[in-house]
């Protein structure tokens, strides 16, 4: 497999262009805003979101993705702002047949359709980054065909540039979330989303953490049809997750741990998380019996933790648990939280108690347990952000942001197919024995052994 061409990194001219094209939608918005304050007239966040909506919406590529990132973590932007970048569509048009064999020929070289016994012309999803094109080997094997668009690149480090405006619209409200950390967690993983390469390592440590699951199939890597910007994988047959909410409710909880073992395993033994909780990026296979467990199916946007950040969400977990605080205290430390006082530690610990509040109930429950599922969270989320405008700023960790969105993402998925679990359980079977030295241990095992 060979790794992205260095010439699309810096591509002054593309990049400049996406520059101008997003600068001017984002800096529009931006610049109603300070006309209303400058004239003194009130602006209503609702408007001003819809109006960044709108911006947005005539945008496609990075800063979709972007849009949809901040959308979905917690206080990174104001409620109203979230509600419309969510109704932001992600689906980019498709690239035709005729480009997308100009593309597969970069990639694969001039002869690139005798590698394959078919290829559909058309795309079987298109998204922000890429689409993905049905295929078949020569042996018969089915396959996803997942390539690029072309100046990504370009597009991405232009649209990051952007991010900032974006994420200054928030202070224009209030200061109470210091935002900086979000951006460069944001920009890390979309950077490495770009590179397919590293995708299919992903692609390799999925496979080694998840090997004794036989609810989660992830499939294989092909090599020698894959490049830093075209990604093979084994096509997996299976049904959209949606499509199984009516079932019986003992299907939907074998779906639901399925999914709880696909992320909270990963990330208690190696310190290893799917970041993106976008429904299409699982699907559902069955058995003789119905619903038998997912096909995890994209592996761009995988974040790696350092052993000690896994130590920090157990000991929350516990502090909460057994009511100890300076165990709570030690936890917020080691995420990076800085500047810690009581009524910080207090505020931090109202969204904890949300976000953990499942794993410490020992019974079996849905995940709202009676909370309506459009306002989950949404109580938990205004009363932090109300404490903290009297008491923040708080500058929220980098390596915190794509947790809570996991776990966020998680929790959707969980709301969707009205589970009734003991998460308690299932969470306390996922830690135990946990042990941070053995965590560092299987870590660098399992890194070295896939090439990251």
Known sequence: MSPPDDREKNRFTARARRYARVGTKVGGVAARMAGQRYLGTRGTRAGNALALAEALGGLKGPIMKVAQLLATIPDAVPPEYASELMKLQTQAPPMGWAFVKRRMSAELGSDWQKKFSSFEHHPAAAASLGQVHRAQSLSGAPLACKLQYPD?????????????????????????????????????????????????????????????????????????????????????????????????????????????????????????????????????????K??????????????????????????????????????????????????????????????????????LDDRVRTIADGVKPSDYGRK??????????????????????????????????????????????????????FDIGKVAARQSAALAGVGL
């Open 152 to 288: 990504m690149q370009s597009a991405v480090e232009a649209d990051l540039q952007q991010l900032n405006l974006l994420l200054n619209l928030r202070k224009r409200f209030d200061p109470a979330i210091d935002t900086s950390e979000i951006a460069v967690e944001i920009g890390a993983r979309l950077r490495e989303e770009l590179d397919y390469v590293r995708e299919a390592k992903h692609v390799a440590l999925y496979q080694h953490m998840l090997k004794d699951q036989q609810a989660v199939r992830v499939p294989d890597a092909w090599p020698e049809l894959s490049t830093g910007r075209l990604l093979t994988l084994d096509w997996l047959e299976g049904s959209k997750m949606l499509a199984h909410k009516d079932d019986p409710l003992a299907d939907r909880n074998r779906i639901a741990t399925a999914m709880f073992t696909a992320w909270w395993l990963p990330f208690s033994r190696f310190g290893v998380i799917h970041g993106d909780p976008h429904l299409g990026n699982y699907t559902v296979f069955a058995d003789a």
């Open 290 to 359: 119905g619903p038998a467990g997912i096909n995890l199916l994209d592996y761009g946007c995988i974040r790696i933790f350092p052993p000690s950040f896994v130590g920090g969400v157990v000991d929350l977990y516990r502090g909460l648990l057994e009511g100890d605080d300076a165990r709570v205290v030690h936890a917020y430390e080691v995420w990076g939280f800085k500047r810690l006082n009581r009524d910080i530690i207090d505020v931090l610990n109202i969204w904890a108690r949300f976000i953990y509040g499942p794993l």
């Open 380 to 433: 938990e989320a205004f009363r932090v952000h109300q404490a903290l405008k009297a008491r923040g700023p708080v500058t929220v960790p980098r390596e915190f942001v794509f947790m809570d969105r996991a776990a966020i993402g998680l929790g959707a998925v969980f709301l969707h197919l009205a589970a009734e679990l003991n998460f308690y359980k299932l969470f306390n079977e996922a830690i135990e024995g």
